[in-house]
């Protein structure tokens, strides 16, 4: 298991961090297997997952189960589990909170929002932290891009100080100009990781369910490389055929009794 001093390494020798999604076992382990560095189990399991219209909606309880069921999956792999909405009020309601995620499997806590104070109340207490600027779901009920003005990209670069000065050890950059992520990553010393955010970021992340083509909305900052809600969309209809054709199961799909049993049966 990497830890996160060994992330700040590959930042210091130019190697990328490839971060992506996760929210079950199966994706997980199929993760693990394809080389991903880090799993995040984020609160984007709401909409992609659960079937709740908004990020406020998940609960501690939903993230628990989900970070467990990934940390079953891949048992080696560094694991980030988002705090949701309204869970990180104070000080003492985050570490309490951040207690359960770790409890159910992750190694880092990731919140959203300038507060470089909870950085400190996390890292004193011992957990690693991971914070999260930009585009933020969980306090912008209006998805738009963040940073575009001069004024802005300015505000974003001291925040990304401050919670480095606090000792964070990852930030997520979401939906910040190119430029500025680039400029981001070049100032701290935590890794970047980036969404929406350029390539010269120290890590790339993605929703797992847009990269593997589940989701139907397209976003300008997704790459599709697979098309599996398709494939699972065909290989469910061509089941519904079957069934109602009398094409499966076949005789193989099932078993028999012996035939002493049989007749033993009958009698
Ligand atoms: O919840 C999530 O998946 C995230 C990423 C978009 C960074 O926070
Ligand atoms: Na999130």
């Given at each position: 298991?990497?830890?996160?001093?060994?992330?700040?390494?590959?930042?210091?020798?130019g190697?990328?961090?490839?971060?992506?999604?996760?929210?079950?076992?199966?994706t997980?382990?199929?993760?693990?297997?394809?080389g991903?560095?880090?799993?995040?189990?984020?609160?984007?399991v709401?909409?992609?997952?659960?079937?709740?219209?908004?990020e406020?909606?998940v609960?501690?309880?939903?993230?628990?189960?989900?970070?467990?069921?990934?940390?079953?999956?891949?048992?080696?792999?560094?694991?980030?589990?988002?705090?949701?909405?309204?869970?990180?009020?104070?000080?003492?309601?985050?570490l309490?909170?951040?207690?359960?995620?770790?409890?159910?499997?992750?190694d880092?806590?990731k919140?959203?929002?300038?507060?470089?104070?909870?950085?400190?109340?996390l890292?004193t207490?011992?957990?690693?932290?991971?914070?999260?600027?930009?585009?933020?779901?969980?306090?912008?009920?209006?998805?738009?891009?963040?940073?575009k003005?001069?004024?802005?990209?300015r505000?974003?670069?001291?925040?990304?100080?401050?919670?480095?000065?606090?000792?964070?050890?990852?930030?997520?950059?979401?939906l910040?100009?190119?430029?500025?992520?680039e400029?981001?990553?070049?100032?701290?010393?935590?890794?970047?990781?980036?969404?929406?955010?350029?390539?010269?970021?120290?890590?790339?992340?993605?929703?797992?369910?847009?990269?593997?083509?589940?989701?139907?909305?397209?976003?300008?900052?997704?790459?599709?490389?697979?098309a599996?809600?398709?494939?699972?969309?065909?290989?469910?209809?061509a089941y519904?055929r079957?069934v109602?054709?009398?094409?499966?199961?076949?005789?193989?799909?099932g078993?028999?009794?012996a035939?002493?049993?049989?007749?033993?049966?009958?009698?």
């Open positions: 298991m990497k830890s996160a001093s060994d992330f700040a390494d590959m930042k210091r020798r190697e990328k961090i490839v971060v992506l999604t996760a929210y079950d076992a199966p997980a382990r199929l993760e693990a297997a394809a991903v560095d880090i799993i995040l189990v984020g609160d984007s709401g909409v992609n997952v659960l079937g709740y219209g908004h406020r909606e609960t501690l309880a939903d993230m628990a189960h989900h970070i467990a069921a990934v940390r079953r999956g891949a048992p080696d792999i560094y694991i980030i589990g988002d705090l949701p909405y309204a869970t990180y009020d104070t000080s003492e309601q985050a309490a909170n951040a207690k359960v995620l770790t409890g159910a499997g992750a880092c806590i919140f959203e929002g300038a507060q470089p104070e909870l950085v400190r109340a890292k207490a011992g957990f690693d932290v991971c914070c999260h600027i930009g585009l933020e779901s969980q306090h912008q009920l209006e998805k738009r891009r963040q940073g003005t001069a004024e802005a990209a505000k974003l670069l001291e925040d990304a100080a401050a919670l480095d000065a606090a000792g964070q050890d990852f930030i997520v950059l979401e910040v100009p190119s430029e500025l992520a400029r981001i990553s070049r100032d701290i010393a935590a890794p970047t990781i980036g969404i929406g955010a350029g390539a010269d970021n120290d890590g790339q992340v993605l929703v797992v369910n847009d990269l593997a083509g589940i989701t139907e909305r397209e976003f300008k900052h997704n790459h599709r490389y697979g599996i809600g398709k494939a699972l969309g065909d290989a469910v209809a519904v079957d109602r054709a009398g094409a499966f199961p076949r005789e193989e799909h078993f028999h009794m035939e002493d049993e049989y007749a033993a049966f009958l009698r």
